[in-house]
T-cell receptor
Framework: GQNIDQPTEMTATEGAIVQINCTYQ??????LFWYQQHAGEAPTFLSY????GLEEKGRFSSFLSRSKGYSYLLLKELQMKDSASYLC??????????FGTGTQLKVEL | GAVVSQHPSWVICKSGTSVKIECRSL??????MFWYRQFPKQSLMLMAT?????????EQGVEKDKFLINHASLTLSTLTVTSAHPEDSSFYIC?????????????FGPGTRLTVT
């Protein structure tokens, strides 16, 4: 089976750094994705990790530890527009995505 | 590149009627498309995997006779919600695999909000 855990909500200040954690227990693992989803919209791709380590892409970075079943998404220089839900998703066999429950991030002034 | 469209973006229908939702990959061919459902404040739940030219593979608990999926071409998959009921009201999202160079990426459509009255 698949079990993916994320915090439900987080609040951070504009300009700050926030780390959103994701732990997973899955029967198969091909890679881990992070998506951003604004209310009423479809998810947009942020990052993909298949090997251990840190992937940096502008203000967003994603880390993966396969041995620990753990990932995090790091958002730097937070902006108000970063307020959204952040979804951790794991692919097992056949490229099927299993999503976590999502973390609702609120960025405040 | 890698744009996926859905039509309609929203639909309201009466209980007992059927609704068809289209998912198109606009600038790439998608052998595999996925259909998800998302209830308010919940995450995406995979309903089925749609492969071009073959029958869809449904996830456990999803009624294949109620949610008919057709993937007749490499750029189009359709989901028909038959005999819709208020509990089927949800946000339906499709995604398509990103072609030969980006097999690991799924590109999502903008979603279709279905309201059954």
């Amino acid at each position: 089976g698949q079990n993916i855990d994320q915090p439900t909500e987080m609040t951070a200040t504009e300009g700050a750094i926030v780390q959103i954690n994701c732990t997973y227990q899955t029967s198969g693992f091909n890679g881990l994705f992070w998506y951003q989803q604004h209310a009423g919209e479809a998810p947009t791709f942020l990052s993909y990790n298949v090997l251990d380590g840190l992937e940096e892409k502008g203000r967003f970075s994603s880390f993966l530890s396969r041995s620990k079943g753990y990932s995090y998404l790091l958002l730097k220089e937070l902006q108000m527009k970063d307020s959204a839900s952040y979804l951790c998703a794991v692919t097992g066999g056949g490229n099927k995505l299993t999503f976590g429950t999502g973390t609702q991030l609120k960025v405040e002034l | 590149g890698a744009v996926v469209s859905q039509h309609p973006s929203w639909v309201i229908c009466k209980s007992g009627t059927s609704v068809k939702i289209e998912c198109r990959s606009l600038d790439f061919q998608a052998t595999t498309m996925f259909w998800y459902r998302q209830f308010p404040k919940q995450s995406l739940m995979l309903m089925a995997t749609s492969n071009e030219g073959s029958k869809a593979t449904y996830e456990q608990g999803v009624e294949k006779d109620k949610f008919l999926i057709n993937h007749a071409s490499l750029t189009l998959s359709t989901l028909t919600v038959t005999s819709a009921h208020p509990e089927d009201s949800s946000f339906y999202i499709c995604s398509a695999e990103g072609g030969r160079e980006k097999l690991h990426e799924q590109y999502f459509g903008p979603g279709t909000r279905l309201t059954v009255t």
